[in-house]
């Protein structure tokens, strides 16, 4: 990896919910990584964002993970993972599935769609940021992540 891209990470979290996005970001500043939190708060916006489509999105970073919630809105979690993941230009980036359920139903869906991971939402605030520290430490500290996934 290159010292840039060692000393700094873009996140993409997609989320709806603005208090469920809110807390997401405090957990990530929070678990001391030199991160750039974005959001996007429906499938439209997460891929106008990733594609780059648009004038708020003209220059925007390739993010090196996304924290994706499967209960959304509009198209759900699991339909924008599969559209991620069929995507010739997105599919190398990683995304970890972040969401209340722990239905073994949407687990198996989410890792048979392309997840890299399932963390599922604690209601302990502290336990949550202790599970987003812990995602941090392996995708920022033990996973290479290509220099330009696209």
């Known amino acids: 990896m290159s010292e840039s891209r060692a000393s700094f990470f873009n996140i993409l979290v997609i989320e709806d919910e603005p208090g ?86 949407d687990v198996r869906a989410a890792y048979q769609r392309g997840a890299a991971g399932y963390l599922a939402k604690s209601a302990d605030f502290n336990e949550f940021i202790a599970a987003v520290c812990k995602l941090g430490q392996y995708w920022f500290g033990r996973v290479r992540l290509p220099e330009n996934p696209a």
């Open 20 to 105: 469920e996005a809110r807390l997401m970001r405090l957990a990530l500043q929070k678990s001391g990584f030199p991160l750039e939190v974005h959001h996007a708060s429906d499938d439209r916006e997460a891929l106008c964002f990733l594609r780059r489509e648009g004038a708020p999105f003209d220059g925007v970073p390739r993010p090196d993970l996304i924290l994706l919630d499967l209960k959304m809105t509009g198209q759900s979690g699991l339909e924008l993972l599969a559209t991620l993941k069929l995507d010739e230009r997105l599919r190398a980036i990683p995304v970890v599935v972040v969401t209340a359920s722990g239905l073994e139903a």
